[in-house]
């Protein structure tokens, strides 16, 4: 067992992480760990062609920065290797093109880091001995970095401040003219896998909150001593880079913010959160984008291969030979003849969804409204298709259930509402089919279901919503409204909004979403 392992053995398992002996240990390695990475890259890490990231960022040392190079800066926080592996190979180019690069990393700086989700055990949701290993061999020892620093007396105050506060207070705490329980609340339900906070999630949330104090103090000193022309961060959504958007606006810092999406491509975004740009983003329905030959075969070759799979994500839940597709699908799950209508959730902790509700407050109350309006029709029936991920058995799982809500809280349902489980491999484009309208909340399966010239209603703020393919209401009102106009008539989509989806496609995946081919 070499040193490296032996090191991450003790930290794990051996000792508490509040115990002097580990925080002793952590010390040690943090700054035996270049030494160590070096005498050891032929140990397995946890990206395949790891000797050739390293290549990559020991060349650009032999770079220097030209007259009017910008001065940028990586803030990297989690030691999460696939986006160090994006950030290095980012800032090797950068430092090639001419810039002055360099990293802020974190040095145990934060109580609540997010390094791992609730999902993992305590030790790994805080394994500051791990992280260190991963960003000590990407970014490495081939960039400049500052180490994020807030002294214990800068945090005392606050901590005195929110140690008493309830779980409602947490979320609209302020201090300091800093909103701070807006901006950390993304980060605590993508942490906690669910946005229905209790009174034992209090806790946790006073623990972000002096985080993110932290995070202010530490980022408003290093932009003092080092004001960088730029700064580059993760998705812009988790506890530590939501709050440093807020402190580099306030600031007149500019900040780019990256994060992968769909097929492992790229999404980056200037000065907000991506998913709050490729939500938000005017570009594609103010102009609606001319694609090229090529981008358009690409498009529909894409579509075509969702249809296999069963969805840009369906070969995480099944095996696409294994759906059901058959015509006896409508008798199989409980539907007649009546009119139908199919209503596909999705996971409510995603960056996709938190902060994009629109007609409704969130899925539960879309889900609750839906069952009553069809309770009211009986000559209409309904379907929902609950998202396959929810049963998923890894560290990414939910920990709320859409179809818990509904078979706990609206177990009286009526006779003509049906509901697809999550695990039942039943293929979402075969019960689509038999729709006369889709309806979504923020789900791909409405971009998908319009190729197939299915009309789509959103219930919220959608990526591909408003580009000429969908019905977007505003209000819950104005929702019941167009669905009751669609379900009285069973009308396809027409050519042009079929071509607005593969034209669509066609920018979004391969014009405003960069592929990234990882090393």
Not at 55 to 66: D, F, G, L
Not at 259 to 265: L, P, S, V
Request: charged share 25%.
């Amino acid at each position: 067992m070499n040193i490296s392992h032996r090191l991450r053995q003790v930290g794990r398992v051996a000792f508490n992480r509040e115990s002097n002996l580990y925080k002793l240990g952590a010390s040690v390695y943090d700054r035996l760990r270049p030494a160590l990475v070096r005498l050891s890259l032929d140990e397995r890490t946890p990206l395949d062609n790891a000797m050739q990231l390293a290549a990559i960022a020991r060349a650009s040392t032999t770079c220097r920065p030209r007259a009017g190079g910008k001065r940028i800066v990586f803030l990297t926080v989690r030691g999460w290797p696939v986006h160090l592996a994006v950030e290095t190979m980012l800032a090797a180019r950068l430092r090639q093109m001419g810039h002055d690069v360099s990293f802020w990393i974190c040095a145990d700086s934060f109580a609540f880091c997010m390094f791992g989700s609730i999902n993992f055990s305590e030790q790994q949701q805080h394994d500051c001995i791990s992280c260190g290993k991963s960003k000590a061999f990407a970014p490495g020892a081939y960039f400049d970095t500052n180490r994020l620093h807030c002294s214990e007396e800068a945090t005392q105050t606050i901590q005195a401040s929110v140690a008493q506060l309830r779980i409602e207070e947490c979320r609209k705490f302020e201090y300091d003219t800093f909103p701070y329980g807006d901006l950390v609340y993304p980060g605590i339900v993508w942490f906690l896998r669910r946005t229905k906070l209790t009174e034992n999630d209090a806790a946790v949330y006073r623990k972000a909150l002096v985080s993110g104090h932290a995070t202010r103090v530490a980022l408003e000193q290093l932009v003092a001593d080092l004001r960088p022309d730029t700064v580059v961060m993760l998705n812009g959504e988790f506890n530590v880079e939501h709050v440093a958007g807020y402190v580099f606006k306030r600031l007149g810092i500019r900040f780019v913010t990256h994060d992968y999406t769909f097929h492992e491509r790229l999404g980056v975004a200037a000065d907000k959160s991506v998913w709050d740009d490729l939500t938000f983003c005017d570009e594609s329905r103010e102009h609606p984008p001319a694609i090229t030959t090529e981008e358009q075969l690409q498009a529909e070759d894409l579509l075509q291969q969702w249809r296999r799979t069963g969805g840009y994500q369906g070969d995480l839940f099944w095996d696409s030979k294994d759906l059901h597709q058959n015509s006896n699908l409508r008798s199989e799950i409980g539907l007649d003849a009546r009119p139908l209508a199919v209503a596909y959730t999705s996971l409510t902790f995603e960056s996709s969804v938190v902060g994009k509700d629109r007609a409704f407050k969130d899925q539960f109350e879309w889900i609750s409204a839906l069952i009553k309006w069809f309770a009211d029709r009986p000559a209409c029936q309904l379907a929902i298709r609950i998202h396959p991920a929810e049963v998923r058995a890894d560290h990414w799982r939910p920990n709320e259930s859409l179809y818990d809500f509904i078979e706990t809280k609206l177990n009286a349902r009526p006779e003509n509402v049906r509901i697809v489980r999550p695990n039942e491999k039943i293929s979402s484009y075969a019960l689509g089919s038999l729709a006369r309208v889709i309806l979504v909340y923020s789900s791909t399966l409405g971009l998908e279901m319009a190729e197939h010239r299915k009309r789509v209603i959103t219930a919220a703020h959608a990526h591909y919503a408003g580009r000429g393919f969908t019905s977007d209401p505003h209000t819950a009102a104005e929702y019941f409204g167009t669905l009751q106009q669609n379900m009285e008539t069973d009308l396809m989509l027409g050519e042009s909004a079929r071509a607005a989806v593969v034209n669509y496609v066609g920018w979004f995946m391969f014009r405003r979403l960069e592929l990234v081919e990882l090393l």
